[in-house]
């Protein structure tokens, strides 16, 4: 789980205003996580480092087996949520959607 969300605030170069950068999830099918239509899940957007950090930091804490469970996008939803993103815009096999 993150931790405080101050520790993901990031200052614009330009204006100097600090914020959480956040991308939105929509779904064309119902879940217990997603709800079909334009309500959409918000989702803080890390970057590499972090959630890399916090990537090791869940599997260092709850073993890798965590990965394939369902609790894994339940409890660490702001870490799956990224780590789909990033193969997204990677182009890369992202198995956990299936």
Known sequence: MLKNQSEYI???PICKAAYVPKFMIYTERKSKIL??????LCMQLLSPVVL????I????KEGDSI????????EHSVVFWN?????????L???VLD
């Open 57 to 60: 930091n869940t599997l260092n």
């Open 10 to 12: 990031i200052k614009c």
């Open 35 to 40: 709800h079909e239509g334009r309500d959409g």
């Open 67 to 74: 990965l394939m469970s369902e609790n894994f996008i339940i």
């Open 52 to 55: 890399y950090k916090e990537f």
């Open 83 to 91: 780590l789909v993103l990033y193969f997204k815009i990677m182009k």
């Open 93 to 95: 096999p992202c198995f």
